[in-house]
Nanobody, 129 residues
Framework: QVQLVESGGGLVQAGDSLRLSCAVS????????MGWFRQPPGQEREFVAA????????YYADSVKGRFIVSRDNRKNTVDLQMNSLKPDDTAVYSC??????????????????????WGQGTQVTVSP
């Protein structure tokens, strides 16, 4: 089992920055690629960013590319999402997830929430105009 706990959400103004963190515990954390997803109010959950187990490969949704940065610290068992230049459209519940081990690390697969099998409870991010 893997437990994921997000933190760092809150209410900010457009243009501000926010850093989310996902604390990971349980089985063999460092072998998991990790992803961040978000669910805007009244919408489906969507991919935000993902990072390989080593941290050498990262993937981003077009809507956040250039503004968000995903990183991980395998010593601390954390995965962070640095969000800059936030927009009201970034308002959502943000969740981290553990990618199923053994799957290839391709952009197409890592954008698919069905390829993740452990999820955190989510943290709310609200961006006011």
């Amino acid at each position: 089992q893997v437990q994921l706990v997000e933190s760092g959400g809150g209410l900010v103004q457009a243009g501000d920055s926010l850093r989310l963190s996902c604390a990971v515990s349980g089985r063999t954390y460092t072998t998991y690629a990790m992803g961040w997803f978000r669910q805007p109010p009244g919408q489906e959950r969507e991919f935000v960013a993902a990072i390989s187990w080593s941290g050498s490969d990262t993937y981003y949704a077009d809507s956040v590319k250039g503004r968000f940065i995903v990183s991980r610290d395998n010593r601390k068992n954390t995965v962070d999402l640095q969000m800059n230049s936030l927009k009201p459209d970034d308002t959502a519940v943000y969740s981290c997830a553990a990618y199923k081990p053994g799957l290839p690390l391709t952009a197409a697969l890592m954008r698919n929430q069905n390829e993740y099998h452990y999820w955190g409870q989510g943290t709310q991010v609200t961006v006011s105009p």
